[in-house]
């Protein structure tokens, strides 16, 4: 039995699924991995220390404009979800499966795509949010401003991105969902980013069976019952067929 036949087995016979969703999930959508927008910022402070907490609330004018350029791609907009995002949200609408998908990605394809349940961890570029008075406000509002500003009380807002020295707000539920899963598959992630690399190796330890379809190996391709190396798209729709 190939990798592929096994995952779709693996699925036929789980009621939940949890999904981990990586960069390589987005990639195959025309969105470039954010990372690769290092080198975009060439200033005194590191990528870490630009996307960062300390630096939005030092300068908070300075930070989205180092922001916007890293994230210009993105913040364009007009992405639309690939048969990776249409496949999940198929196993939902059409093969009566509870799929949880947490993902890393910040681009609102999931929802794009119709997932119903969702866990952004890093948040998502769709919107801002006042960490004063709390006013939530849209991407077209941000869109609007260089450095925009709440409507309610006139504070800078804040990109709705985890952004580096922020504690990950899902993190907990995303454990607690992969744990209680069926099956976990981990899609397009190296698995380099903690804590949220360490959700295959805790579900495998609570008894999960886990999937992993990436591009290439990772540290962590240990964890997994069955690893498929291939691009996301494709596997996806094989995996369709299979299961029609």
Not at 100 to 108: E, H
Request: glycine content about 10%.
């Amino acid at each position: 039995m190939t990798a592929l036949d096994q995952l779709a087995d693996d699925i036929r016979n789980a009621h939940h699924i949890a999904v981990l969703s990586g960069a390589g999930m987005s990639t195959e959508s025309g969105i470039p991995d954010f990372r690769s927008a290092n080198g975009l910022f060439t200033g005194k402070r590191s990528f870490a220390d630009v996307v960062s907490i300390d630096y939005f609330m030092d300068d908070a004018a300075g930070f989205w404009a180092a922001f916007r350029e890293i994230f210009k791609i993105k913040l364009a907009g007009g992405y639309q979800p690939n048969a990776g995002h249409a496949f999940l949200a198929d196993l939902e609408k059409n093969h009566g499966k509870r799929v949880s998908v947490l993902t890393q990605n910040i681009d609102g394809l999931h929802h794009k795509a119709g997932s119903d349940e969702v866990l952004e961890m890093h948040g998502s570029l769709m919107g801002a949010t006042c960490l004063f008075c709390h006013t939530p406000h849209d991407l077209a509002w941000v869109q609007q401003h260089d450095v925009p500003r709440c409507r309610s009380c006139g504070m800078v807002i804040k990109p709705d991105v985890v952004l580096y020295g922020e504690a990950v707000p899902l993190i907990e539920p995303a454990f607690e969902l992969a744990t209680q899963a069926d099956l976990l598959i981990v899609m397009g992630s190296s698995l380099e980013v903690g804590p949220v690399n360490m959700i295959p190796l805790e579900a495998r330890r609570a008894g999960v069976q886990t999937a992993l379809i990436n591009l290439s190996e990772t540290r962590l391709d240990h964890a997994f019952d069955v690893r498929i190396e291939a691009g996301i798209g494709d596997t996806c729709r094989r995996l369709g067929d299979l299961l029609a």
